[in-house]
């Protein structure tokens, strides 16, 4: 079955650098959430998309920016990096209409290094 | 302050040796609590849902029950293959995605 894809998987990247990562949903799911894990720590919840609008809002920082497209693939953009973005990226992807099941199906995440 | 608390931090058994995981949570009205897999590198994979105090899900060895404060993950005769990290989130009522996760139990099952 098809999974959530999620591109780079690895991205090394210097301070004040930009990075984009990239998610593409299970086909037909029509939500998008992006979490943050740093090391030995729990997923953050930075933000999520329904049918290509923001639905919510996390612990997401000013430089960072995200969108869903017209074919559901999201991307979620990074600016200015501090070596405190260091961490593992999930997306994760969903149906509305199952959203209050906790049932999110993540993707297996892009591990940005920043130096 | 919406916050989950799992325990143990990590927690080693023999192969059969059954035992039980915590998750201890605060919310603001609880739309749900969720039990996550996650192996190392890899994304969480989702186990259960629980709505409300009294249920009770379960998935071959695994089994999960709420409580109004708490929810157990009990593990029975477990295999190597169910070493992994345990991921208890929870989920506020109102309009919200946000899914509030513990740190987890990291889980160590030897043969």
């Known amino acids: 079955a098809a999974g959530v894809i999620q591109s780079p998987r690895h991205l090394i990247k210097e301070k004040r650098e930009t990075a984009t990562l990239k998610c593409y949903p299970i086909?037909?799911?029509?939500?998008v959430y992006w979490y943050q894990q740093g090391p030995g720590q729990d997923p953050q919840f930075l933000i999520s998309f329904y049918e290509k609008m923001q639905s919510d809002k996390g612990s997401i920082p000013d430089r960072f920016s995200a969108q869903q497209f017209s074919d559901y693939h999201s991307e979620l953009n990074m600016s200015s990096l501090e070596l405190g973005d260091s961490a593992l990226y999930f997306c994760?992807?969903?149906?509305?209409?199952?959203?209050?099941?906790?049932?999110?199906?993540f993707g297996e995440g892009s591990r940005l290094t920043v130096l | 302050e919406d916050q989950v608390t799992q325990s143990p931090e990590a927690l080693r058994l023999q192969e059969g040796e059954s035992s039980s995981l915590n998750c201890s949570y605060t919310?603001?009205?609880?739309?749900?609590l969720f039990w996550y897999r996650q192996d190392p590198g890899k994304g969480p994979e989702f186990l259960f849902t629980l709505y409300s105090a009294g249920e009770e899900k379960e998935k071959e060895r695994l089994k999960a029950t709420l409580t109004k404060k708490e929810s157990f993950l009990h593990i029975t005769a477990p295999k190597p293959e169910d070493s992994a990290t345990y991921l208890c989130?929870?989920?506020?009522?109102?309009?919200?995605?946000?899914?509030?996760f513990g740190t987890g139990t990291r889980l160590q099952v030897f043969p």
């Open positions: 994760a992807s969903s149906l509305e209409g199952r959203r209050n099941t906790g049932e999110l199906f």
């Open positions: 086909p037909r799911h029509d939500t």
């Open positions: 989130a929870v989920q506020a009522s109102g309009n919200t995605d946000k899914l509030i």
């Open positions: 919310v603001s009205g609880l739309r749900g």
